[in-house]
């Protein structure tokens, strides 16, 4: 595409990232502070050793995007930075010892933010890509099932090894999917949505476009029968349908799809135990048998999520280590116990900028795919917020997924940032059309 | 009073929290403004250019209807575009056509026919001359100043 450049000498400034930034930066030097005086009971200046590290790398980022002339976006990265920054602190606080490789991962997930501003040179051009995204997808969705890569952690088989340690593939196969599911639908939606045959109020089009929602149905049965992953499905079932209503327009794809997991369920609740477990626990963590069984990382949690009030009980003087693998399973309650009410209304804040940033961000996205792109990677975030939230306040089956840029854990980092990145991108291709900011 | 350890470490919980919403209160301040100048955008005086249709079907925009042109304007079936094209053979959202760097590109937006420049079919981005006749499903339009 030609597109006149502007001759500025430096860069193009970008204010409104650089003054959300300076926040974000006081915010991880406070939180670091906070905890390390609290578990030490004095001030040292070693605890603002790993901040600084943080607010270096994240300031690369900022300069690095002036130094591209980069014309996308400012809101995303300060957020996800501050969620980046909210995480560390509480690594800090439930496992000091993981801290470094966090930190270290971090920093790759920066490299990985930089890459993706960088290495496709036409978002477009990716949608001509997608059955090779699809199965690639599928590929890295199915290894964790084979016996030498693959690896059961914690009862839920979705790893698979790399060297000493193991990574988590459905974290990629989240951003593969969107980008094939928006190819696919921006090609396939006039089929789908304005279909001449119609069944009462429903569309009834023709047999051969339904196969992606019955295969995709079936994927999503075949991860929560053999990986024993819960989350992934849920997650991986509902983008599919958000995208598909998103596309066409049609509440019944929406309705038969959600009637189709129903289904999928119940009948794995009949069929296997670990669906029936984790349902028992979400209905009566409080019983005797379960109390301290099954049930105890729950009713923990809630306790914690009880003892934070209104004001919790303040950043290091809580303790959420009564929690098993808090720093994985359950950071909302960690940070509503320290914070209270009002520090996780504020965590939920941040995300919901998140979301309506990216809405925003496909509604103003000049071509369906990127349309569609957008609103699948922002609705990524939200939904697996939902999921995990909802999982630790007790409103829906907890399951394993993380919540996005705070939670402990690799994989998810790189993948969410690559996921800013993504997004960063469509808003810059609609700025550069409409000659916005 | 005393400013012992325990004052100081309450001290900086609290400016924690207050960052914490300090940080919100900005960024939703941004998003507010960057939201009024999008209002702005959208709002800039129509008239540029106008597209004149030379051939039309029953429900689409009649023959000789001048409509007229924004900076960047979406042509479609749906509603929501700038320019409505409503003939079945439309895709919802079918080309873009837009004012860049002092002249007029179209772009098809991945619509299921195809979108036309004086016959031919626009393959990637072109560039519109005035006079040139823009093809969108059954649908004829001239570009005029």
Redesign the interface.
């Known amino acids: 595409?030609?597109?006149?450049q502007v001759a500025v000498p430096i860069g193009r400034a970008r204010f409104?990232e650089l003054?959300?930034l300076v926040?974000?930066a006081?915010?991880a030097v406070?939180?670091f502070?906070?905890v390390v005086?609290?578990e030490t009971?004095?001030?040292a200046v070693a605890a603002i050793l790993v901040p600084s590290v943080f607010i270096l790398l994240v300031l690369s980022l900022h300069v690095f995007l002036i130094a591209r002339r980069f014309r996308g976006d400012?809101?995303l990265m300060?957020?996800a930075a501050?969620l980046t920054a909210i995480g560390l602190v509480l690594v800090q606080r439930l496992a000091s010892d993981l801290l470094l490789q966090q930190l270290s991962w971090t920093i790759i997930a920066g490299g990985a933010f930089a890459a993706t501003i960088l290495i496709p040179r036409d978002l477009t051009a990716l949608a001509r890509f997608k059955w090779t995204w699809a199965f690639l997808g599928v590929l890295l969705l199915v290894a964790p099932l084979f016996p030498v890569i693959g690896r059961e952690i914690n009862g839920a088989r979705i790893w698979i090894k790399v060297g000493p340690g193991s990574i988590e593939p459905w974290e990629a196969v989240k951003l593969l999917m969107v980008v094939f599911f928006a190819a696919y639908l921006?090609?396939y939606?006039?089929v789908l949505?304005h279909s001449q045959r119609r069944l009462g109020p429903f569309p009834v089009p023709p047999i051969p476009y339904l196969v992606p929602i019955v295969a995709m149905w079936g994927i999503a049965m075949l991860v929560m029968v053999f990986e024993k992953d819960i989350g992934a499905t849920v997650l991986f079932f509902g983008i599919f349908l958000a995208m598909l209503f998103l596309a066409t327009g049609e509440a019944f794809y929406a309705l038969l799809g959600l009637a189709l997991l129903l289904v999928g369920g119940f009948v794995a609740y009949q069929l296997f135990g670990h669906v029936q477990a984790r349902v028992d626990t979400w209905l009566r963590p409080f019983d005797d048998e379960l109390r301290f069984g099954t049930g105890y990382q729950l009713v923990q949690g809630l306790y914690a999520l009880a003892n934070g009030g209104l004001?919790g009980a303040?950043?290091?003087?809580g303790m959420p280590d009564r929690i098993p693998v808090v720093w994985s399973d359950f950071v909302f309650d960690a940070f509503a116990e320290e914070?209270g009410l009002?520090?996780a209304i504020?965590l939920l804040?941040?995300y919901l900028?998140f979301l309506?940033?990216g809405m925003?961000i496909a509604l103003?996205a000049?071509?369906?795919?990127l349309q569609l792109l957008a609103a699948g990677l922002s609705f990524i975030i939200a939904l697996q917020t939902l999921v995990i939230v909802g999982g630790n306040a007790r409103l829906i089956p907890l399951t394993g997924i993380t919540l996005p840029f705070v939670a402990y854990g690799g994989s998810s980092l790189v993948t969410n940032w690559m996921l800013v990145a993504l997004l960063l991108r469509v808003s810059e291709v609609s700025n550069r059309?409409?000659?916005?900011? | 009073m005393e400013i012992t350890f325990a004052v100081l470490l309450w001290g900086v919980r609290i400016a924690f929290m207050v960052v914490l919403y300090l940080f919100l209160i900005r960024a939703f301040g941004a998003l507010q403004r960057s939201l009024a100048s999008e209002t702005q955008l959208a709002a800039r005086p129509l008239g540029i250019a106008f597209l004149v249709v030379q051939k039309s079907v029953r429900g689409a925009p009649r023959v000789g209807d001048r409509l007229p042109l924004r900076a960047v304007n979406a042509i479609g079936r749906d509603a929501g575009n700038d320019v409505v094209v409503n003939d079945e053979a439309a895709s919802a959202r079918h080309a873009l056509v837009e004012f860049a760097d002092g002249e007029w590109w179209v772009e098809d937006a991945g619509s299921t026919n195809g979108t036309l420049v004086n016959g031919a079919t626009v393959r990637s981005r072109e560039r519109l001359q005035y006079g040139d006749e823009l093809g969108i499903g059954r649908v004829a339009l001239r570009l005029e100043q």
Do not use: D, K
């Open positions: 595409m030609r597109q006149a409104t003054s959300l926040w974000v006081l915010l406070l939180g502070i906070a005086a609290a009971s004095t001030f400012q809101l300060p957020i501050g921006e090609e939606r006039e949505s004001f303040g950043l290091g003087n914070t009002a520090g504020a804040a941040f900028l309506y940033r925003l103003r000049p071509t369906p795919f059309m409409r000659g916005g900011p």
